[in-house]
């Protein structure tokens, strides 16, 4: 992947398969699920378009825009909980209830983000807790 002019490479822990639904499921580390389902947005395109548009997002889903260090909720229908995530999966900052047409720029710079309808992120979910995949027979 690029970014701007520079050569960006994605973690590994950031990267369950390509594109398209995970097998997979993200949960925290003291094991709390915070989605069951995750779109993995890994182009230019499936990166812009995210959730723009859509009149929803069903509870236990989730989009994982990488690489990703902003986001913006122009054109879209709902409000999102928004986490940051370093190359670690760990958790750099949180925004809960972010409303359409606003942008956001985490304070550290972030190499994924992870985007939950409004609600749907457990409330025990904070800055420093480190997510993984989890597959989804053994949730």
Do not use: Y
Not at 98 to 119: D, F, K, Y
């Amino acid at each position: 992947s690029h970014w701007g002019n520079k050569k960006f490479v994605i973690p590994e822990l950031l990267m369950p398969q390509s594109a398209g639904q995970s097998e997979t499921a993200l949960v925290s580390q003291s094991g709390e699920t915070i989605a069951t389902t995750v779109e993995i947005a890994d182009s230019w395109w499936q990166r812009f378009k995210g959730l723009q548009f859509r009149k929803q997002l069903p509870d236990g889903h989730a989009i994982l825009l990488r690489p990703c260090s902003s986001i913006h909720t122009f054109w879209m229908r709902f409000s999102i909980d928004v986490v940051f995530l370093d190359g670690d999966l760990c958790v750099i900052e949180i925004h809960r209830d972010v409303r359409p047409w606003r942008t956001l720029i985490p304070q550290t710079r972030s190499v994924a983000v992870l985007e939950m309808s409004t609600g749907s992120l457990p409330v025990c979910i904070r800055p420093g807790d480190v997510l993984a995949w989890s597959a989804i027979d053994t949730l």
